[in-house]
């Protein structure tokens, strides 16, 4: 935001002027950013060591920056500027460990202090988002902070500060900041500390905003009538997989949708950025120790290749989805399926056209934004040739590869797609081409990475050299396979090698150990504990897939539910039994896609059972105001 009575603001990434710490506030002017520098939005993020710190130049990204170069921690992913006054920790980057957070509202007896945060109200200059500048300096009638997106005009020779905001304080002790602009209001200060004297009381939101809603739309016929269209091959596709236009399996829930409150939709947002940055701590934590490693049941020889993609490309994922339980007792985490995640084209496509054609106005639809940001994450990707997409042979797998595709050919991405293996060849130098002699050096896949593990399991028995070497099979007598295109070392996969480790829920003990009580988590252990004993548990195979091999059993031991599947004897994770939400006679579960690293979009399967399987519904999820949804 710039001031209209400012001069010239200085061009977008120009530096204004070093706060304390020798930390740079840079102009956001953004009509003066370089389109060839900044050709999309991935590439508005900035980084420092590799750690996400906001959106180039915001004044959110000027506060995380300046609390991780000076303090070594940074706060959680806020949806809006005035968010920050009410969180209540602070994340060390260097192990994790975390700070306490106070928030006290202007006019508080304990002032502002230096590195503390000033934040404004919506409102004014800071319409919709509100605002966020770091204390620099407290003196006995001003304040003086560093921010960004306000005034993009280089600071006076010798200044150390962006503005100066008065400061009084009244006759009963209260100390009150003023912003200088008429229209904007202070809420007040946040400060890192363990004293909560004098500060704010954080009332947690009502829990009734958190238990999903089924509500239906008028019938009139919708369902009876052709809303999808068969000329896109994508949707043509899903059409023959569903066996018609429809969005659920099951006749009478044909009309029926989910609503989420505004409130559980910013919590399930900012649960899937915090639990994706966990994630990633907890990934690296797990390849600097073998012996964290070895719990993962992945063969030895491929150690180095994960070790390798994981320093090239950690920041290369496209995306994944997380899944969990949201109700009243809050929002948990089931697990991340962080390679060979489904459910997107339903969610980023088919959902949001249900309610075009269904009638339905009931708030947005949370996956309207999930297809321009999987576009924009392909643009960034760094494929500079043919991209080969790897399938079976399977309607699911149809109709989510050809969405896939749309979203890579609308980045500018040259696509062709392989069903199976059978037409795959060698070169004469031993690459592996399709059918048209294309060699394949870039894939994304829809197999999960286990696939080829498999396959690699079976090399170990033979020969643990060659399979070092990549050297598995006879190329004159024998075609090549899946593991022959994904491990070769010239070949680009996504989702890259490493996310082995996020998707394989061995890492959920590792993740519990890190965080232990995190609001997100569920306490989970290699072993079976007497404290899991008394809450209930769920045994979950740590490779499982399509919610295959799981039993569930209650505080008393009873089993509650199990399904069957090919991983029951694979190595077993316990997890505390936190079960769906039942509504309207399902089990619903919620998903939230991230992509590249950030939440992207959102949606509910459901079921009868008390598990979700790769057989179970999906219904429209929409978002709709905090009032409406108390009032419906």
């Not at 900041?177 to 009381?201: F, H, K, M, N, R």
Request: with cysteine; aromatic share 10%.
């Amino acid at each position: 935001m710039t001031s209209s009575d400012s001069p010239k603001p200085a061009p977008f990434g120009a530096i204004l002027g070093y706060g304390p710490g020798n930390v740079p506030v840079y102009s956001s002017d953004y009509p003066s950013a370089d389109k060839k520098e900044l050709p999309s939005r991935q590439a508005y993020r900035s980084h420092v060591d590799g750690a996400y710190m906001g959106h180039k130049w915001q004044c959110v990204e000027l506060a995380r920056r300046w609390m991780y170069l000076n303090k070594g921690y940074v706060f959680d992913d806020i949806a809006m500027a005035y968010d920050i006054f009410q969180l209540r920790q602070v994340r060390t980057v260097k192990d994790g460990a975390l700070l306490p957070l106070k928030s006290f509202r202007n006019g508080a007896a304990r002032p502002p202090e230096p590195g503390a945060l000033m934040i404004w109200e919506e409102g004014g200059e800071f319409d919709v988002t509100g605002h966020v500048a770091v204390v620099t300096e407290v003196l006995p009638d001003r304040v003086r902070c560093i921010e960004q997106n306000v005034e993009d005009r280089v600071w006076p020779e010798g200044q150390n500060w962006s503005r100066e905001l008065p400061l009084r304080r009244d006759e009963i002790g209260g100390y009150w900041v003023s912003c200088t602009y008429a229209d904007s209001a202070i809420l007040g200060w946040v400060i890192q500390t363990d004293d909560d004297t004098y500060a704010e009381i954080i009332i947690d939101p009502d829990p009734a905003l958190f238990a999903l809603q089924m509500r239906e739309v008028p019938a009139s016929g919708q369902a009876d009538r052709a809303w999808l269209d068969e000329k896109k091959d994508d949707q043509a596709a899903y059409i023959e997989m569903m066996g018609g236009c429809r969005l659920t399996r099951e006749e009478a829930d044909q009309y029926k949708y989910f609503r989420i409150s505004e409130t559980a939709y910013r919590e399930i947002r900012r649960a899937s950025n915090e639990l994706h940055r966990m994630f990633m701590h907890a990934t690296n934590l797990v390849l600097e120790d073998d012996r964290l490693l070895s719990r993962f049941n992945i063969p030895p020889a491929l150690w180095p290749r994960i070790h390798q993609s994981w320093n090239n490309r950690r920041n290369q994922m496209i995306t994944g989805r997380f899944d969990f339980a949201v109700s009243e007792r809050g929002v948990k985490l089931y697990e991340y399926n962080a390679d060979s995640a489904s459910c997107q084209m339903e969610t980023g496509l088919i959902q949001g056209l249900w309610a075009e054609n269904f009638g339905c106005t009931d708030g947005w639809c949370p996956g309207r934004d999930l297809h321009e940001d999987l576009i924009e994450a392909w643009r960034e990707s760094g494929v500079d040739d043919v991209l080969h997409i790897m399938q079976d042979h399977d309607l699911e797998e149809n109709y989510h590869a050809l969405y896939m595709k749309s979203a890579m050919e609308s980045a500018g991405i040259r696509c062709k797609i392989i069903h199976g293996t059978s037409d795959l060849q060698w070169d004469e130098d031993g690459g592996v081409c399709d059918a048209d002699g294309i060699r394949i050096k870039w894939v994304w896949k829809t197999w999960a990475w286990e696939t080829a593990l498999d396959q690699i399991r079976d090399d170990l028995a033979d020969d643990e050299t060659d399979l070092r070497l990549h050297r598995t099979i006879d190329r004159a007598t024998q075609k090549p396979r899946i593991v022959d295109v994904l491990l070769r070392e010239e070949v680009m996969v996504f989702e890259p090698l490493w996310t082995l480790i996020p998707s394989n829920k061995a890492i959920l003990p590792v993740l519990w150990s890190m965080y232990p009580n995190n609001r997100y988590l569920l306490n989970t252990q290699y072993d079976l504990t007497e404290e899991l004993r008394q809450t209930g548990y769920v045994v979950k195979p740590i490779v499982g897939r399509c919610g295959e091999n799981i039993t569930l059993y209650n505080r008393r031991q009873d089993l509650i539910g199990e399904t069957a599947g090919q991983f029951d004897s694979r190595d077993q994770i316990h997890q505390e039994l936190f079960r769906l939400p039942n509504i309207g006679g399902h089990n619903v579960q919620v998903g939230t896609f991230s992509v590249a690293g950030a939440y992207s979009g959102a949606c509910v399967r459901v079921d009868p059972s008390l598990i979700i399987t790769t057989d179970s519904d999906i219904l429209p999820l929409r978002v709709v105001p905090d009032d409406d949804f108390l009032t419906r």
